[in-house]
C-alpha cells in the first residue's frame, strides 16, 4: 500500500488563486520531505527539501515567496502555490524517505495543476 | 556537479522483445546511490531498484536486470520478454550520500519513454 499520501491528486482553478497540496508520510515520520515539479515530457525537478521545525531549502530559481512550505509536524508537509498563474500548470509531486541513511524515496502519486 | 544523463528520448518495441534502457551518471562524491524508477501515464512514480557505489553486484529481479558498471558509470536496465504493461516513462536518478541518516533529494534523468507495441 501506499507510504505517502498526496492531496488533492487534480486541480482546476482560476488564474489568482492560492492553491494547497498536502503531503502525508503514512506510518512512518518523515522529518524531511521533498516537492518536486514535472512540466509535460520533461523530467522531475527538485523544488525544495522540506525541513520538519525548520524553514525549507529552495534550489536556485524557484521563488520562495511563490511556494510557500511549510512542514509543521513530521508526517506532514503542505506546498501552496500563491496566486497561481497558468505558468504555473505542473505535475507537482512530494517524496518522503524513512530517514535512514539513503533508504529509497517513496513518492505521493501527485497533483495535476491545471491554472485556467 | 551531479548529472544523470539518459540518451534514450523514446524506445519503441514489440511483445516480447528484450530492451535495455541506458543511463549515465557523473558525481564527485565516492558514496552515491542510483535508483530507477517507472512512471506509467497515470503519473506516480514507482520505485524499482536501489543500487549503492560499493555494490557493482548485477541484480535481477523476475524479467528485470540492472547493470551497474563504475568503471563506465553506467546504470543500465533491461527488460527481458517485455509486456504492453511495461509501457512507461524510466527514469534514473541519482542520490550523493549525507552523512548523519538524512534522507537525500534525488537527481533525476531525462527519462526514457519505453513504448511496447502488442
Known amino acids: 500500500g501506499a507510504v505517502v499520501s498526496q492531496h488533492p491528486s487534480r486541480v482546476i482553478c482560476k488564474s489568482g488563486t492560492s492553491v494547497k497540496i498536502e503531503c502525508r508520510s503514512l506510518?512512518?515520520?518523515?522529518?524531511?520531505m521533498f516537492w518536486y515539479r514535472q512540466f509535460p515530457k520533461q523530467s522531475l525537478m527538485l523544488m525544495a527539501t522540506?525541513?520538519?521545525?525548520?524553514?525549507?531549502?529552495?534550489e536556485q530559481g524557484v521563488e520562495k515567496d511563490k511556494f510557500l512550505i511549510n512542514h509543521a509536524s513530521l508526517t506532514l508537509s503542505t506546498l501552496t502555490v500563491t496566486s497561481a498563474h497558468p505558468e504555473d500548470s505542473s505535475f507537482y509531486i512530494c517524496?518522503?524517505?524513512?530517514?535512514?541513511?539513503?533508504?529509497?524515496?517513496?513518492f505521493g502519486d501527485g497533483t495535476r495543476l491545471s491554472i485556467l | 556537479a551531479q548529472k544523470v544523463t539518459q540518451a534514450q528520448t523514446e524506445i519503441s518495441v514489440v511483445e516480447k522483445e528484450d530492451v535495455t534502457l541506458d543511463c549515465v551518471y557523473e558525481?564527485?562524491?565516492?558514496?552515491?546511490?542510483l535508483f530507477w524508477y517507472k512512471q506509467p501515464p497515470s503519473g506516480e512514480l514507482v520505485f524499482l531498484i536501489r543500487?549503492?557505489?560499493?555494490?557493482?553486484q548485477n541484480e535481477i529481479s523476475g524479467r528485470y536486470s540492472w547493470n551497474f558498471q563504475k568503471s563506465t558509470s553506467s546504470f543500465n536496465f533491461t527488460i527481458t520478454a517485455s509486456q504492453v504493461v511495461d509501457s512507461a516513462v524510466y527514469f534514473c536518478?541519482?542520490?550523493?550520500?549525507?552523512?548523519?541518516?538524512?534522507?537525500?533529494?534525488?537527481?533525476f534523468g531525462t527519462g526514457t519513454l519505453l513504448a511496447v507495441q502488442p
Open positions: 517524496s518522503a524517505g524513512f530517514g535512514t541513511v539513503n533508504q529509497p524515496q517513496h
Open positions: 506510518d512512518f515520520q518523515a522529518t524531511t
Open positions: 522540506s525541513n520538519e521545525g525548520s524553514k525549507a531549502t529552495y
Open positions: 558525481t564527485r562524491d565516492t558514496t552515491y546511490y
Open positions: 543500487r549503492n557505489s560499493f555494490d557493482e
Open positions: 536518478a541519482l542520490s550523493e550520500a549525507v552523512y548523519g541518516g538524512a534522507t537525500n533529494k534525488l537527481i
